[in-house]
Each structure stands twice: as structure tokens, then as C-alpha cells.
Nanobody
Framework: QVQFVESGGGLVQAGGSLRLSCAAS????????IAWYRQAPGKQRESVAT???????NYPDSVKGRFTISRDNAKNTVYLQMNSLKPEDTAVYFC???????WGQGTQVTVSS
């Protein structure tokens, strides 16, 4: 069972930036799509960025132009660069393979106004 360890969250003012990291415990990570998700209190978990095995990316309109997903297969790590953060970006952020229903601890991102 693969494990993901998310890190890099914190408290930031609106307009600021954060870079999240997610380390995978398996080397086959490099052959799979992986996504960042977030879950705010009282809301459903949503995908905010996906990257394919060959580097194609996809974002919802809510973060497009502000968030950038990237991967370093040599380090089994995926990143999420978040710029121009808004209070509505406040959530716990997770990474996972799309469709997999086993979640790690995530990392808290809090954006103050």
C-alpha cells in the first residue's frame, strides 16, 4: 500500500505563496497520474490539480493561473506551487492517485484576509 506524505502547508496572508510537497513511498509513482486535492471544513474534497505520467496537467477554473503542479520522478515527489492565495483556498491539502480511496494526513493551508 503506497503512502503519501504531504508537507509545506502553513499560515499565509492573502496574496502570498506556498509550495506544497508530497513524497510517495513507491517507485512506480513515476508511471502514474497523481493529483492534489483539498477539503475545507464542511465541504467535499475537491481536486485542484492533476499531472499525468508524461507531465500533462489539468486544473479547475478556481485555481487556474494561480496553482502549478509539477513532479520530480527521481525523488518520487509531486509539488504544488500556490500563488496569489485567497482566503477561500484555506483547506487541508492531500495528494493521491485519482480514484484511490485511501488518504494520508494532508497538510493544512490557512490564508488570512
Amino acid at each position: 500500500q503506497v503512502q503519501f506524505v504531504e508537507s509545506g502547508g502553513g499560515l499565509v496572508q492573502a496574496g502570498g505563496s506556498l509550495r506544497l510537497s508530497c513524497a510517495a513511498s513507491e517507485s512506480t509513482f513515476r508511471f502514474k497520474s497523481i493529483a492534489w486535492y483539498r477539503q475545507a471544513p464542511g465541504k467535499q474534497r475537491e481536486s485542484v490539480a492533476t499531472i499525468g505520467a508524461f507531465g500533462s496537467t489539468n486544473y479547475p477554473d478556481s485555481v487556474k493561473g494561480r496553482f502549478t503542479i509539477s513532479r520530480d520522478n527521481a525523488k518520487n515527489t509531486v509539488y504544488l506551487q500556490m500563488n496569489s492565495l485567497k482566503p477561500e483556498d484555506t483547506a487541508v491539502y492531500f495528494c493521491n492517485y485519482p480514484g484511490r480511496d485511501f488518504w494520508g494526513q494532508g497538510t493544512q493551508v490557512t490564508v488570512s484576509s
